[in-house]
């Protein structure tokens, strides 16, 4: 392995835990500099949208098809041999568990192969580092992570220092756009499809409950929204109709991620009175048009910058792995070749084991 301090770190990032097979080779410059020098994303949505959902078998077992002509069409566009690697990071959870061995097993083979150090990277991590794909971002900073599986909001005090100020309790931010576009009769993936049809709708037409207003924390609750728009929605007779509903519910999601976030500001600029505030969000919302929107706004009013990843690292991908683990290497961390595959894996495990906020099961937010 090089040494980090002069010459910096070229690691392959694997990312499976949901229905991408992705790899990507990302270089960690010494001075902190990041280069993605390659990114390759096979999606499975054409597999699983008959299904109006992931279907975990099925994606587990297009992970297994996949993974080897996608790492070597990283490799490839990098224009690099696996010996010109310092080492080798794989998501290794939270996710769908059959999946994320594929991509594990995988790394661990060529980490085996060619004498190279592993790390078994957290999917939430992965997506904490993703707006350094695009621009310089210091450490600490406050997260929002809203995806497909996670409705979190973060205070990132560095590598693997996470502490949760707020969680759902239903549904993630993503899950309910994905809902909700399903009873608009939108196919799957819901986000992108429900942003575009609300294009020029009128979000005043439909309105739709508020979540936990009586309550003064971070915490985020869709399940309301997606009742009230799912009963809307099945009244809905002009296409009109669907557009005002599906502006009314995006704005309504944006409203709810945004009021959390205000309140996770101010507790966050009370702990860091006198330092610099910034703001990131990432996950697949991130990549919502309106979302950005209005955290941006409420970033300036607080004093806070904001930083979102580049549209293309916002959904899940594996440059935004290398980049976790490059900067876990960086310090010195890898992990055994018996690191296992974990489908609950919690940033904050404290704050989790303390306050377990979600259901069990397949209603809960995955971590
Ligand atoms: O980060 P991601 O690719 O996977 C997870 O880790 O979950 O996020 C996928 C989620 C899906 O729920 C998808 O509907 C949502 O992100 N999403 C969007 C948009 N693009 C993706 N939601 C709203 N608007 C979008 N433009
Ligand atoms: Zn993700």
Not at 35 to 44: G, T
Not at 133 to 148: H, Q, R
Not at 247 to 262: D, F, G, K, Y
Request: charged share 20%; with cysteine; net charge negative.
């Amino acid at each position: 392995m090089t040494d980090p301090t002069t010459l910096g770190l070229t690691v392959l990032g694997l990312e499976t835990s949901c229905d991408e097979t992705a790899a990507a080779v990302v270089r960690l410059d010494a001075d902190g500099g990041v280069q993605v020098l390659s990114s390759v994303i096979a999606s499975q949505i054409a597999q699983h949208a008959p299904y109006g959902g992931v279907v975990p078998e099925i994606a587990a077992r297009s992970h297994v098809e996949a993974i080897d002509a996608i790492a070597a069409q990283a490799m490839s566009e990098a224009g690099l041999a696996y010996d010109d690697l310092d080492g080798v990071a794989a998501t290794a959870g939270p996710g769908l568990v059959g999946g994320v061995m594929v991509g594990l097993a995988f790394g661990k083979a060529v980490a085996l192969a060619r004498s190279l150090p592993l790390v078994a990277v957290n999917h939430l991590e992965g997506h904490a580092v993703s707006a350094r794909l695009g621009a310089a971002v210091a450490y600490p900073f406050l997260l929002l992570l809203v995806s497909g599986g996670h409705c979190q909001l973060l205070e990132v005090g560095g590598v693997g220092a996470c502490r949760r100020l707020g969680t759902t309790m239903d549904d993630a931010a993503g899950e309910a756009f994905d809902k909700i576009a399903k009873t608009l009769g939108l196919p799957y993936p819901g986000g992108p499809a429900l942003e575009k049809l609300a294009v020029g709708g009128n979000a005043e037409r439909y309105a739709l409950p508020r979540a936990r207003l009586g309550h003064k924390d971070c915490d985020f609750s869709f399940s309301g929204l997606k009742t009230a728009a799912a009963r809307i929605a099945e009244g809905l007779s002009t296409e009109a109709e669907r557009r005002d509903l599906a502006a009314a519910v995006q704005a309504a999601i944006a409203r709810q991620l945004r009021e959390r976030t205000e309140r996770a500001m101010d507790l966050y600029a009370q702990a860091h009175a006198g330092e610099a505030l910034r703001f990131v969000v990432a996950g697949g919302v991130a990549a919502n048009g309106t979302v950005r929107a209005v955290l941006e706004e409420a970033a300036r009013a607080r004093g806070f910058s904001f930083t979102a990843p580049p549209l293309a690292y916002c959904t899940d991908n594996a440059a935004m792995i290398a980049l976790a683990g490059a900067e876990r290497l960086a310090l010195g961390i890898s992990d055994p070749l018996d690191a296992p595959a974990r489908p609950r894996w919690p940033l904050d495990a404290a704050a989790a084991a303390a306050n377990p906020s979600h259901l069990a099961g397949r209603k809960g937010a995955k971590a």
